[in-house]
């Protein structure tokens, strides 16, 4: 059980374009979803949180109009990167509570973002 | 939440027992402790988690001191699949995870 699943797992785009990235509970209700960004030899780094139904919290430093966030359901978060550009390559990683518990996180395997 | 301190870096023989510290001197009474591993580009795998008493599954040990400044991940039997980052992170409950830099786990044959 508490399954995340993250799509698509590796992706190359050119810079300018834009990037969407789904995450999904497979097995549970999510009412919170987080979103991490890791660069190279770096440790994970939270950049921003997600509630179902409501705008995604971002943290400081993190542009909320570059990195789009929508949570529509309680089993889906995508994040859309527009713009991209090289500087944003990077191990992108989204993480889910489960509804009504003790807000253990759960990860999704990542997905690793090139802009070329 | 509570700020952690851990080594950067630990080799262990496989087979053996890897004993992981970490130091949360700053730990509030109603903090856990976590303790994830990141395999190299993969997503992290939770391990366990307690508040005072020292627990155990299938995965790991945690001993948490009687103060709660510090305790360590026991892994009992090292395999090379154990090589990975290990994070010791400290929170409430509701609480989103904070990473910090974590211990290099290496097993060596």
């Known amino acids: 059980g508490a399954v995340v699943s993250q799509h698509p797992s590796r992706v190359i785009c050119k810079s300018g374009t834009s990037v969407k990235i789904e995450c999904r509970s497979l097995d549970f209700q999510a009412t919170t979803m987080f979103w991490y960004r890791q660069f190279p030899k770096q440790s994970l780094m939270l950049m921003a949180t997600s509630n179902e139904g409501s705008k995604a919290t971002y943290e400081q430093g993190v542009e909320k109009d570059k990195f789009l966030i929508n949570h529509a359901s309680l089993t889906l978060s995508t994040l859309t990167v527009t713009s991209a550009h090289p500087e944003d390559s990077s191990f992108y990683i989204c993480s889910a509570t489960i509804w009504g518990t003790s807000y253990e996180q759960y990860f999704g395997p990542g997905t690793r973002l090139t802009v070329t | 939440d509570a700020k952690t301190t851990q080594p950067p870096s630990m080799d262990c023989a496989e087979g053996r027992a890897a004993n992981l510290p970490c130091n949360h001197s700053?730990?509030?009474?109603?903090?856990?402790v976590y303790w994830y591993r990141q395999i190299h580009s993969q997503g992290p795998q939770y391990i366990i988690h307690g508040l005072k008493n020292n627990e155990t599954n299938e995965m790991a040990s945690l001993i948490i001191t009687e103060d709660r400044k510090s305790s360590t991940l026991i892994l009992p039997h090292a395999t090379l699949r154990d090589t990975a980052v290990y994070y010791c992170i400290v929170r409430a409950s509701s609480r989103q995870l904070t990473f910090g830099s974590g211990t290099q786990l290496t097993v060596l044959p």
């Open positions: 700053t730990i509030s009474g109603n903090e856990y």
